[in-house]
């Protein structure tokens, strides 16, 4: 089958569009014949090669995927040839109190499919295969190309602002990245819970796809001061909760954003992880800092119900042949796409 592959790390011209053999099957796996695949930041992490996280090698990306069923193992029960499906790309042991407890991502032997999972096993191929417990039925109202971008954006936006968070009716929310994966979905969530969006974005381009997604107010951070809008916007009382995955540059400004008792819920750091708190308004101000990573197979479910309603749109910037990884990757990282860029093979 064809593949993008790389073999060691390095630069965009370490991957390679070329023949692998199929993914073998266990017993308790489903292989998929692959629609689309998205793209994500953890794909160019593992290319790039990540302190602390062994990339297995040769190595396919890819931890969004939406295909059929095209085969299925022997101990399968419950999915069948033909299905149109979805993979939450957390994967756990499946029997440990975290796993039972639906909180696979504190299970020892937790992995993200087409991340630490390998060699060659990931989205970013025309077959992939994943443990049963890991495939979610597609919804039918949308297209392979929106199934692909959903999984890990939206379990992860949805376990930071509904499960961490505790997003309620009335709440003002600062979102970083809103014209991004992650922020457009951030906005969405924000508008079912009632809930008032700041979108920030470098760009209005990206800021008016915010606004139709929901957002109440909108700051250019290239062009404006983004903790003295918040101030204006709050009337200086500050955000109920900031929704941060850009890290070490703009963590000040969210801490300083925040209302007394606020929260910030943070998922990643894509600017670096090194960032300063003065600890004297975490105290002060009762502030509370939440980590969030992905989310579980029951938050993807729940979310999907909300997708199934058309409550919450998938939002796809670019389609590209899967031979076009590399254009895809080169997007991200000059921080181009507004919404997901989905490959499809
Ligand atoms: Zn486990």
Redesign the pocket.
Known sequence: MKAIVFDEHGEIDKLRYTDVPEPVLGARDVMIKVRAAAANYTDIWARRGMPGVSIIMPHISGSDAAGEVVDIGSGVEGVSVGDEVMIHPGI?????????NGE?F?????KIWGFQTGPLDGGHAEYAKIPVSNVVYKPSNISWEEAASLPLILETVWRMLVVRARIRPGDTVLVWGAGGGLGTMAVQVCKLFNARAIAVASSDAKLSKASEMGAEFTINRSEQDVAQEVRRITERRGVDIVFEHVGQSTWPDSVRSLRYGGTVVVCGATTGFEANTDLRFLWNKQLNLLGSHMGSKADLMDALSFVERGLISPVVSEILPLKEVPKGQTLMEEDEAVGKIVYVP
């Open positions: 756990g042991c499946q029997q440990c109190q975290y796993c039972a696979e504190f299970c020892r032997n937790f």
